[in-house]
């Protein structure tokens, strides 16, 4: 039981620093895109939306398989 509570902490914990990590990164990276050339802003700004999109969605996956091991404890 305590494997779950810790397997459940683990897969929030690491998908959160990981999603919170990547998204600072392509963040950071699209303002130095359209810091080099503004008149590719629109362009970048919308890839940089759909690649965050993606990066929370397996940062969801991780509170969804949490969730799945902490029903098991019960």
């Not at 990590?21 to 130095?32: L, R, T, V, Y």
């Given at each position: 039981?305590?494997m ?8 929030v914990s690491?998908s959160g620093?990981g999603?919170?990590?990547g ?10 895109a359209i810091?080099?050339?503004p008149e590719?802003?629109g362009?970048?700004?919308?890839l940089?939306f ?11 996956y ?9 029903s098991?404890?019960?």
């Amino acid at each position: 039981m305590d494997m779950l509570a810790l397997g459940a902490g683990l897969a929030v914990s690491i998908s959160g620093i990981g999603g919170g990590i990547g998204m600072g990164i392509a963040g950071g990276k699209a303002f130095e895109a359209i810091a080099r050339q503004p008149e590719v802003g629109g362009d970048v700004r919308t890839l940089l939306f759909i690649t965050l999109a993606f990066i929370e969605t397996l940062t969801i996956y991780g509170l969804l398989i949490a969730f799945m091991l902490v029903s098991k404890i019960q």
